[in-house]
């Protein structure tokens, strides 16, 4: 794993692992400490990591809503992460990534005909998933 050998600690390292682990998800810092509990990696250290590994350019942070907890998601310096949309189901609070040619004509369409430039890694879209709609949870 690439970064300052200053800050190259152990913590770190479990840190980074750990949303590597689990790249698809948006993690709250709460739900990063929560997962390293007994790797002894307390919430103050999981928050200056993640700082530092925003600054080294390893993971992103994206604030879903507003007044909720910044979440975090591993950003790999391959740029195999591309930008996305996100689906935040009103129900079970679920996040998706979708990746879709159709939204990205629309981003295109924005663009060109009303000079707006979209930031798609930021843009959630809101409704109910599949999986609420399919257990009859109203909407």
Same mark, same amino acid.
């Given at each position: 794993m690439a970064g300052s050998s200053r800050y190259n600690t152990r913590q770190r390292d479990l840190i980074l692992e750990f949303l590597q682990t689990n790249k698809s998800r948006h993690l709250t810092a709460e739900e990063i400490a929560e997962g390293l509990r007994g790797q002894r990696v307390g919430k103050s250290t999981v928050y200056r990591t993640l700082d530092l590994l925003i600054r080294e350019g390893f993971v992103?942070?994206?604030?879903?809503? *507003?007044? $909720?907890?910044a979440c975090f998601q591993y $950003? =790999? =310096? *391959?740029g195999a992460c591309k930008m996305h949309y996100h689906l935040k189901c009103y129900n079970c609070g679920a996040l998706f990534h979708v990746e879709c040619e159709f939204l990205d004509q629309v981003e295109a369409h924005i663009f060109e005909r009303h000079g707006f430039q979209i930031d798609n890694s930021k843009t959630v879209l809101y409704g109910v998933c599949q999986d609420c709609r399919n257990a009859g949870k109203p909407d």
């Open positions: 992103r942070r994206f604030f879903i809503e *507003d007044g $909720a907890s $950003a =790999p =310096p *391959d």
